[in-house]
């Protein structure tokens, strides 16, 4: 890429120096040397990319304004910190692992994304549902994100205590299993910290009021950070 750069502009300065019969140069040498500075000058975040989020409704913001959700938040960041990239929420409120899974292959040819945030698993586990469906389901999408060429992240849940603690347990392990076997990056529990606090929860118990949203980017962010 380099050498194609350097190339290109060598071309560039020598018909830029280069005199035509009866007229001067377009560019005097100063000018041309001004314009390879500023190219090579331009911010590398200019190049950016895409990092999807593919979850469920702690990530689409529910019964908030989607302002006020984490997921803007970290647009708002990544701005701030002129990272480059744009995030794309595919969150569906109320989708589940299987779902998430059939829906992943239209987003990765579509947005093609550098990085994949997974929030998924949560309402298979409000729902009882086999623990194996729930991590075959997480497999497909980390397998699908990696053959794309992006980087995962995994976001770990963790279940209301009266499912009982073989369930739970066993739930929170699987997102700790799959990152160690793929190698991702993972964030322990999206609500830690938030869960058990008062005023952090709506009526529900569930979700995660505004007041929360900064505090789940900040658990989010930590891990995704070295990623970018």
Same mark, same amino acid.
């Given at each position: 890429? #380099?050498?194609?750069?350097?190339?290109?502009?060598?071309?560039?300065?020598?018909?830029?120096?280069? /005199?035509?019969? =009866?007229?001067?140069?377009?560019?005097? +040498?100063?000018?041309?040397?001004?314009? *390879?500075?500023?190219?090579? $000058? $331009?911010?590398?975040? &200019?190049?950016? =990319?895409? @990092?999807?989020?593919?979850?469920?409704?702690?990530?689409?913001?529910?019964?908030?304004?989607? !302002?006020?959700?984490?997921?803007?938040? *970290?647009?708002? +960041?990544?701005?701030?910190?002129? #990272?480059?990239? %744009?995030?794309?929420?595919?969150?569906?409120?109320?989708?589940?692992?299987?779902?998430? &899974?059939? +829906?992943? /292959? +239209? $987003?990765?040819?579509?947005?093609?994304?550098? @990085?994949?945030?997974?929030?998924?698993?949560?309402?298979?586990?409000? %729902?009882?549902?086999?623990?194996?469906?729930?991590?075959?389901?997480?497999?497909? @999408?980390?397998?699908?994100?990696?053959? &794309?060429? #992006?980087?995962?992240?995994?976001? =770990?849940? %963790?279940?209301?205590?009266?499912?009982?603690?073989?369930?739970?347990? $066993?739930?929170?392990?699987?997102?700790?299993?799959? &990152?160690?076997?793929?190698?991702?990056?993972?964030?322990?529990?999206?609500? !830690?910290?938030?869960?058990?606090?008062?005023?952090?929860?709506?009526?529900?118990? @569930?979700?995660?009021?505004?007041? #929360?949203?900064?505090?789940?980017?900040?658990?989010?962010?930590?891990?995704?950070?070295?990623?970018?």
């Amino acid at each position: 890429m #380099a050498s194609c750069f350097v190339g290109r502009w060598r071309s560039v300065t020598d018909w830029a120096s280069r /005199p035509s019969p =009866g007229r001067r140069p377009v560019f005097g +040498r100063l000018h041309v040397i001004l314009l *390879l500075v500023f190219v090579s $000058a $331009a911010p590398a975040h &200019a190049l950016g =990319g895409v @990092i999807l989020v593919l979850g469920d409704s702690l990530s689409s913001a529910y019964g908030l304004d989607v !302002d006020d959700g984490w997921v803007h938040l *970290l647009q708002q +960041r990544l701005e701030e910190s002129q #990272a480059g990239y %744009r995030v794309v929420n595919a969150s569906i409120s109320g989708d589940t692992s299987k779902g998430g &899974a059939t +829906r992943l /292959p +239209r $987003a990765l040819e579509k947005y093609r994304p550098d @990085i994949v945030i997974v929030e998924l698993g949560g309402n298979d586990g409000l %729902r009882g549902l086999p623990l194996s469906v729930t991590r075959a389901n997480l497999e497909r @999408i980390i397998n699908a994100s990696q053959a &794309a060429g #992006a980087r995962v992240l995994l976001l =770990g849940m %963790r279940l209301p205590p009266n499912y009982g603690p073989a369930y739970t347990n $066993a739930f929170h392990a699987i997102y700790e299993a799959l &990152a160690d076997q793929y190698r991702t990056s993972r964030v322990p529990f999206l609500l !830690d910290g938030i869960g058990a606090v008062e005023g952090m929860m709506q009526a529900d118990g @569930i979700h995660p009021r505004s007041e #929360a949203q900064p505090l789940m980017l900040e658990n989010v962010w930590t891990h995704l950070e070295p990623l970018l």
